[in-house]
């Protein structure tokens, strides 16, 4: 009886293993900050790892090996006072291309307000329904947005649940005073969501699913099929940049996928590579990659 126990346990801790569905790298870069005490951002660097690895975000069950690769770069500058710390955030998220050994880029977003308090080994608390602190609540937000992402991609809209997680936390922030949260910088948490959100930004998200489902997924097989959908994309884009060109939703895309555009695009006929070349430059013109697709 107590080995058949024993048996039991192993197995809901195996279960509880592969529940989590985030394989998030944390690295923390505090050289600009001043203190004797280097120890405290190692261990904020393992609770932050900790925070995104271990908690549930989901209902659904991973298996190590279809856990979201994700990572966040944290740039210390400041510390004003002790426990507050001042910086920025890089967050990073991938999926793999059906078939083959290639990651694609999900996400590549500079976080400018990446301010909180923390003290060395001090519980990281969070709830859905209400702000505790800036620190859990950014790394919250952080998670369903990697989610809604992810989810996105394969299958359409599939992220809106996390989503409204995503836009959950923001509201629960609002009273804060913290920046990041409110109406302010165009690339900040709140316009993220705010723009994510916007049902006149549906297709932007529904250009998400076909990008990566219906074209990179099947791109060995079919690739002038596969760019011919991706052109639809940028183009389908182009028509929300005219209502908005400002949207940060463009600037997060062309942030992942520039480089990759640019080697899809590589190998396709001279008309192909004019079109595209003409279309992402008419929505980012400064980007000077996007010259290879011409040969200048």
């Known amino acids: 009886m107590r080995k058949l126990l024993f ?24 050289a600009p900050v001043q203190t004797q005490d280097r120890a405290v951002f190692k261990d904020m660097e393992r609770a932050i790892a900790q925070f995104m690895n271990t908690r549930k975000w989901t209902q659904d069950t991973y298996k190590n090996h279809e856990k979201i690769n994700c990572s966040l770069f944290i740039t210390l500058n400041n510390m004003p006072s002790y426990g507050n710390f001042e910086g920025s955030a890089q967050l990073t998220s991938s999926r793999p291309v059906y078939g083959t050994n290639y990651e694609t880029r999900l996400i590549n977003y500079a976080d400018l307000d990446f301010n909180f308090q923390y003290q060395e080994s001090q519980p990281m608390e969070y709830n859905d329904n209400s702000y505790i602190s800036n620190l859990t609540s950014i790394l919250a937000f952080y998670a369903y947005f990697v989610l809604t992402m992810d989810y996105d991609s394969f299958a359409e809209l599939g992220g809106s649940p996390y989503l409204q997680k995503a836009y959950q936390v923001v509201n629960n922030a609002q009273n804060s005073g913290v920046n990041g949260w409110v109406l302010g910088a165009a690339r900040n948490r709140y316009n993220l969501m705010e723009s994510l959100n916007n049902p006149q930004n549906l297709d932007w998200r529904k250009g998400t699913y076909q990008y990566h489902r219906l074209a990179l997924d099947v791109f060995d097989k079919t690739p002038d099929v596969s760019r011919t959908k991706i052109s639809e994309v940028l183009t389908g884009y182009k028509k929300i940049f005219a209502v908005n060109p400002g949207t940060v939703l463009l600037v997060l895309f062309f942030d992942a996928k520039s480089n990759e555009i640019v080697n899809i695009f590589t190998h396709a006929d001279l008309n192909t590579r004019r079109e595209v070349y003409d279309l992402v430059t008419s929505m980012d013109s400064k980007r000077t990659i996007f010259q290879q697709l011409v040969g200048n």
């Open 7 to 30: 048996y039991i346990i192993l197995i809901l801790l195996a279960e509880n293993t592969l529940a989590q569905e985030l394989n998030c790298k944390v690295t923390v870069n505090a």
